[in-house]
């Protein structure tokens, strides 16, 4: 791709600012650069840029997919109106919070435990991590199937095994209004512990042994060594951890789609379920945009408020 | 990794007073947890070569007796194949992984390495975008495949596959740690702009490209969310999409094929981390810890 034309250019064109020792001191044509990034900025606009400027022009309308592209009709702030007045927007709000409020924090302190176990020198160190970690690198199908079966509330293990056990009435799971979503938390936590544990474990690893040493010969003992001197180092690896995980929990709709499809009842409908099904079960793409939009709203708010409680905290900011 | 041996060693006799019982203790109690995380997955293959009748007998009979191979006889060549899922997933994790390695690494480098006019402006929108979560964009990506007549074609999946926000942020990340001298001393030989990328930079990034195919190829292997927005026909669907054929058409009666279904899934994806694990790790825990 254009070897030939641009052999020329190199050397003198580094003489605007020759003392700058800094990368930008040499500048490339124009047209090299821009063909360099030229097939990844096309994808770039026409897969995301136009799609999420149309996604946010969506949602001021009203457009049923059946009518095509005529169909579409300007109807401003309408959509927005009815979603704060639709119940089942707010109960799908509580359900996310819920959802991704008791996911997140509950695989980050698994999370950060387990990486402490693993970063003593246990028997078994490079297996155990493996094993931690296939639940999140299987896709979340397989492991829906597994669980499906194994939480099945008549013939599946678990409730057959508790019922050995001697409990009498064993909940129904991801069939129950009541333990549906709590059985959703549970798998999310399940897969997602393995990974937060090796980014955690990596981050230990990382940390300059000194600082324990130093803790240690000042006589701190282990949980005054965790928190005076490891959780502060650990702050910018727990924000990262928070905000990418907040932002697959609360916008991803796999699982649920799979698991339970929203029900029994809506018991399971948390956000990302309820804009997937007005936009692809009910085809009101508008409506199902201006969820999206709403959603997206809330994680940056929520981002925003974690990226404040870390400054201040962390060691090294 | 490098300073490790050193920490662990000094780590190591200090606490060589500590008792052996409580590193045996601790070792235990993590190996029974692990049990809680692999068990599901012995009992998913163990399953798959049971019959349905035997799947859910309790206690859980390790293994299967009779073995019933038969499963993934059914599974591989019957109405719904998983021999066509597995098609369909190769043809769009191949290309689409492909494709992202050369489109990110090119702009990956330029956007670190060279410098004209209009790259800041570009790569701030880049920046911008970054965190909007793909979610949102499926209601446009969807209408405007099907404007395009490109719905329920296997496209919809490679096309957008093919550029990647994470992998260009990636490779910029580890091309701007890169010595600029070492593109300057080829230019002054009389290399082109192409043959310093191709040639200089590249060869660099190997581990950092290795580490992005693996990243998104248990990304692309496992999405289930696009294909189920995307596809309808079933003969189109991908290895995830395919999966849940085996629960939805006999309403969980067919337990074994479902677990042999799943087994054959996981099998590509397990190989393929376990041989590359460390990088895999690697290149996450750098996404991580910037």
Known sequence: ?317 | MSSRPVALSRAHRRRRTTTLVTKIGSGAGLWALAALFILPFVWMLSSSLKRNIDVFAVPVRWIPDPVQWSNYVEVWLGDQSMLRYFGNSLLVTGVSVTGDLITASMAGYAFALLSFKGRDKVFLIYLATAIVPYQLLLVPRFMFFQQLGLYDTLWALILPGIFTLFGTFLLRQFFIACPPELGEAARIDGAGEWAVFWRVYLPQAKPMLAALAIIRFVGSWNDYETPLVMLSDERKYTVPLGLTQFIDAEGGLSAGLAMAASVSSVIPILIVFLIFQRQFVAALAHAGLK
């Open chain 1, 1 to 317: 791709m254009a070897v030939d034309t641009v052999t020329a250019t190199a050397p003198p064109a580094a003489a605007p600012q020759p003392k700058r020792r800094n990368r930008r001191s040499r500048r490339t044509p124009t047209r090299v650069g821009w063909l360099f990034i030229l097939p990844n900025v096309l994808g770039f606009v026409a897969f995301t840029l136009i799609p999420l400027i149309a996604g946010l022009g969506i949602a001021f309308t009203d457009w049923n997919v059946v009518s095509g592209l005529s169909g579409i009709d300007f109807v401003g702030l309408k959509n927005f109106q009815v979603l704060l007045t639709d119940t089942k927007f707010w109960e799908s709000v509580l359900r996310t919070l819920f959802f991704a409020g008791i996911t997140v924090p509950g695989t980050m302190i698994l999370g950060v435990l387990l990486a402490l176990a693993l970063n003593r020198d246990v028997p078994g160190k490079i297996a155990l991590r493996t094993i931690f970690f296939i639940p999140h690198i299987v896709s979340s199908i397989a492991v829906g199937m597994v669980w499906l079966l194994l939480l099945n509330p008549q013939s599946g293990v678990v409730n057959l095994g508790l019922g050995r056990l001697g409990v009498s009435d064993p909940p129904d799971w991801l069939v129950s209004q009541t333990w549906g979503l709590p059985s959703l938390v549970l798998i999310s936590i399940w897969s997602g512990v393995g990974y937060c544990a090796i980014i955690y474990l990596a981050a230990l690893q990382s940390m300059p042994p000194d600082l324990l040493e130093a803790a240690k010969l000042d006589g701190a003992n282990a949980f005054q060594r965790f928190t005076t001197v490891i959780w502060p180092a650990l702050m910018p690896t727990t924000t990262f951890l928070a905000v990418t995980m907040l932002i697959s929990h609360s916008q991803g709709f796999g699982l649920i789609a799979f698991l339970t499809g929203g029900g029994p009842g809506d018991s399971t409908t948390v956000l990302s379920y309820y804009m997937y099904s007005e936009g692809f079960q009910f085809y009101r793409f508008g409506y199902a945009a201006a969820i999206g939009v709403m959603s997206f709203i809330g994680v940056l708010i929520l981002t925003a408020i974690l990226w404040r409680f870390q400054k201040g905290r962390g060691l090294y900011t």
